[in-house]
């Protein structure tokens, strides 16, 4: 069983920054790919961007690129999220997400808030 805790959410202004953290436990974190989702009030749950599971290659949605970083660390069983240049159009709660090939599914964390003021 895999589990995920995220961390690091929180209320920052318009063009500040926050690192979500995303911890795993269960599994060989070495062999998941990792990802992250959004989901504001009112809209359907988004793709925000993913990290293979060597880290070698990151995905973002066209939201991100330029503002947000993804990256892992498989000493911490850890992934992160550093958002910069934040907009309020960025609130929303962000999920992580971990796709596990051998076993042919993914697990979910659950979430953590980020709002953004203008």
């Known amino acids: 069983q895999v589990q995920l805790v995220e961390s690091g959410g929180g209320l920052v202004q318009a063009g500040g920054s926050l690192r979500l953290s995303c911890a795993a436990s269960?599994?060989?974190?070495?062999?998941?790919?990792m990802g992250w989702f959004r989901q504001a009030p009112g809209k359907e749950r988004e793709f925000v961007a993913a990290?293979?599971?060597?880290?070698?290659?990151?995905y973002y949605a066209d939201a991100g690129k330029g503002r947000f970083t993804i990256s892992r660390d498989s000493t911490r069983r850890t992934v992160y999220l550093q958002m910069n240049a934040l907009k309020p159009e960025d609130t929303a709660v962000y999920y992580c997400?971990?796709?596990?090939?051998?076993?042919?599914?993914?697990?979910w964390g659950q979430g953590t808030q980020v709002t953004v003021s203008s």
């Open positions: 997400k971990a796709r596990i090939p051998a076993q042919g599914r993914d697990y």
């Open positions: 269960g599994g060989t974190f070495s062999s998941f790919a």
């Open positions: 990290i293979s599971w060597s880290g070698d290659n990151g």
